[in-house]
């Protein structure tokens, strides 16, 4: 049987995405969302223009992404799957001239390996499985033949089915140990371990309760050794929290994401960039103690 293990106790050095090998131990790194979808949560339909997510995906870079992220499949409460076929014909485009324009890593948000074999095919660096490899090993493979990075990221449920009434015994302890059991796969998969991260998942199965839990014992996760990715970016929790709509929760973004580089967290995934990449090195510079 599978199990999280303990070869990779040790806070990881460098994440390796293809083309580029990301230093960790300094600020946390940035990563910027650009959604080529008629429907995401938050900014569905803004970027679903190719030339307009690419200039969305190059002011990211120019604000400080370390790395930038494409999806062409919503994952809100409630959305249904995308035809394969139909998010390659939203993503390609946008991957193929990113891949030549920008000089940080292009990473997409998808769990389906046709559409991953598609995208490395392009060039892409980075594949961001919502899914943790529940579909089989196959998206797995083809990231480690390119030698791309691979964030698994724990979900409860499916996007159309994680919301409804989320349980857990120990939220924490269940989401820790379904990531080091997704990671262990990636690797007998061939992924590279220093190309593995994962993400906890927050809002994707969980309840404002949950979400808020695994950023308050966050370290738990971080202990698995893996780079740790965060996305709590514009999310209901942060909404249930401050009483505010989806355009109206900022603040609690960067708290969220403070919190969680503060609980070792690598990655911050986020929708807006600049103001996290500040948050992040006046973070570091605290830790350090020099500017």
Request: glycine share 12%; with cysteine; net charge neutral.
């Amino acid at each position: 049987m599978l199990s999280e293990g303990t070869p990779h106790a040790a806070a990881a050095a460098a994440f390796r995405c293809r083309r580029f090998t990301l230093p960790l131990g300094g600020p946390a790194l940035v990563v910027g969302v650009v959604n080529v979808t008629p429907d995401s949560f938050s900014d569905g339909g803004r970027s679903l223009d190719p030339g307009a997510a690419c200039e969305r995906a190059h002011a990211m870079a120019a604000e400080g992404a370390a790395l930038v992220e494409v999806g062409g499949e919503s994952s809100r409460p409630g959305a249904r799957p995308v035809p394969a076929d139909e998010e390659s014909r939203r993503i390609l485009p946008v991957v193929r001239r990113l891949v030549r324009e920008l000089h940080i890593p292009v990473g997409v948000d998808t769990w389906k390996a046709p559409v991953a074999e598609a995208i490395l095919d392009e060039g892409a660096d980075l594949l961001n499985d919502i899914t943790a490899l529940a579909h089989g090993p196959a998206l797995a493979v083809a990231a480690g033949r390119a030698g791309a990075g691979l964030v698994l990221m724990h979900m409860q449920g499916t996007p159309g089915t994680m919301q409804r009434a989320p349980t857990y015994g120990d939220v924490v302890v269940e989401v820790r140990g379904a990531l080091g059991t997704a990671a262990a796969r990636a690797e007998a998969a061939g992924v590279a371990p220093e190309s593995i991260a994962v993400d906890p998942g927050l809002g994707f199965g969980k309840t404002a309760r949950h979400n808020l839990e695994l950023l308050r014992r966050l370290e738990e996760v971080c202990a698995l050794g893996r780079p740790v990715m965060v996305g709590a970016s514009r999310k209901a929790f942060l909404g249930a929290v401050l009483e505010a709509p989806v355009e109206d929760r900022l603040e609690g973004t960067l708290a969220a994401g403070a919190a969680a580089i503060l609980k070792g967290a690598s990655l911050v995934r986020v929708h807006d960039v600049r103001p996290m990449v500040r948050v992040a090195r006046v973070l570091a510079a605290i830790a350090r103690g020099a500017p």
